[in-house]
């Protein structure tokens, strides 16, 4: 059988980890299941070379252009699918020949990336053109959405035979869009299951001997924006350079950034790698040790942070690879989506009191040693989370699968179940859980 997918893949000169790092998984447990992916991509030679797959490109929205642009281009894809075969892209003859439709791990679907909304659409149109069936996986939707992006995704939660989201808030705002709310699930984030090659794992040892000492360290990934936080860009650069430096300094680690999105050409740093070099120089100090490491592939990063004793970052994805590895993680929030997403991957494992807002530096500092120093407990929560999550994806998949068959039972499917949330009364988290509705509100206002 054969399955084609669509996920933000694929880019020259630039690799989106966690983006990536959910498609691979979408590979893997497709292909365990039988079936052959075709992936849907941006650059389709840079998919096929990386997953040794068929790849074919997308319909082609971009962020540049305007929504009457995406309107015409839907427009045209239309009069593709009314039209003559001889007419047809390549996405288009891949969904006709496939068995299944995916639209992997994501959370694009919000007011904010219009471009990705309107791929999304497109790609649903093309699947109900030849009556294929549509499933969608691993979904952070809005928080903000509203007019034409809550129409279209409506118009795709309502064709695909499952949706699932990777967060209780997505999940309740999808479930009051649609009109059979029961075909809408909760999950983990589908990358809360890669698994490592045995490749990758020993890249990730011999990367670990050049920036370690056989000591502990920490992995943190930052995002070269400063989100709808207060902070100017040079501010944030600083403050995140002394949260580092503070971090080694009383925890006793190294501090190894890890870029979540980069390039992997030398002299063609970019994004994350930029930052994460200016917060190195900054950082430095007689005492503290935080290095800034080249851009790594999905699989050695999660190696890298299997090996890890703390994790802080202000992405969303290095606290999926944290949480699933049982390694304490604290997510340093720049906005409402961000909140959302960091605080609900959190909550899966019933740790959502470390899901800190970018407001005071000490707060942020005292919520990371916390976490560090309650390392036993906090670890010991995200390993039975993931214990019971990584049952649930395993089941997960077996459904997605079957509903090539119209009519899966999803009897066999458990409940959605979260650990009890930890309940700390230190005074940073009695800070943070007041300051949380404020700092949102204003994200709000200021996006």
């Known amino acids: 059988m054969k399955a084609v997918v669509l996920g933000d893949i694929g880019w020259k000169e630039l690799y ?7 498609t691979e998984v979408a590979v893997s447990e497709l ?4 079936f052959e992916p075709t992936l849907v991509a941006g650059d389709p030679d840079v998919s096929a070379k990386m997953y040794d797959v068929p790849a074919v490109g997308r319909v082609g929205f971009w962020s540049k252009e305007d929504r009457s642009q995406h309107k015409k281009r839907l427009g045209r894809l239309g009069k593709v699918l009314d039209g003559p ?11 006709r020949s496939a068995d299944l439709t995916i639209i992997a791990g994501g959370g694009n ?7 990705h909304v309107y791929e999304r659409l497109a790609f649903k149109r093309i699947a109900e053109k030849f009556s294929k069936p549509l499933v969608v996986s691993s979904q952070t939707v809005g928080p903000n959405l509203s007019g034409e992006m809550r129409d279209a995704v409506i118009e795709i939660a309502d064709y695909a035979r499952v949706f699932g989201c990777r967060d209780a808030s997505s999940v309740g705002l999808v479930r009051s869009l649609v ?14 299951v890669l698994v490592p090659t045995s490749d990758e794992s020993r890249e990730a040892r011999e990367l670990l001997a050049d920036y370690t000492d056989d000591g502990p360290f920490a992995v943190a990934a930052f995002t070269s924006h400063v989100g709808t936080s207060d902070f100017s860009k040079t501010e944030y650069v600083h403050a995140l350079a002394d949260i580092c430096r503070q971090v080694s300094e009383r925890c006793g680690v190294n501090v190894l950034l890890t870029p979540h999105v980069g390039s992997f050409t030398r002299g063609n740093e970019r994004d994350d790698q930029v930052v994460h070099a200016n917060i190195e ?25 299997r090996m890890a004793s703390l994790s802080f970052s202000t992405r969303y994805h290095p606290a999926v690879f944290a949480l699933a590895a049982g390694v304490p993680h604290v997510g340093l929030i720049q906005s409402y989506y961000s909140s959302v997403k960091v605080r609900g991957a959190l909550s899966n494992y019933g740790l959502s009191c470390y899901g800190v807002p970018f407001i005071s530096k000490a707060d942020m500092v005292s919520a990371i040693v ?3 120093e ?30 090539v068959e119209r009519g899966a039972d999803s009897s066999y499917l458990p409940a959605f179940s979260c650990q009890q949330e930890y309940a700390i009364s230190e005074e940073w988290s009695v800070r943070v859980e007041g300051q949380l509705p404020l700092f949102e509100s204003l994200s709000v206002a200021r996006r």
């Open 31 to 34: 292909q365990e299941r039988g």
């Open 370 to 372: 916390s976490c560090f």
């Open 179 to 192: 009109k059979d709310r029961h075909r809408v699930y909760r999950q983990v984030d589908d990358a809360a």
């Open 374 to 403: 309650r390392s036993r407990t906090v670890s010991n929560m995200a390993k039975a989370g993931q214990e019971y999550h990584a049952n649930f994806q395993e089941k997960w998949w077996d459904f997605i699968c079957s509903n």
């Open 109 to 115: 679907l919000n007011d904010q990336l219009p471009s």
């Open 281 to 305: 120089k900054l950082a430095q100090g007689p005492k503290s040790r935080v290095y800034s490491l080249p851009t790594l592939k999905a699989g050695v990063a999660v190696a890298l942070t």
């Open 16 to 22: 989106h980890l966690g983006d990536e790092a959910m």
């Open 85 to 95: 075969e001889g007419d047809y892209t390549d996405i288009v003859k891949a969904v």
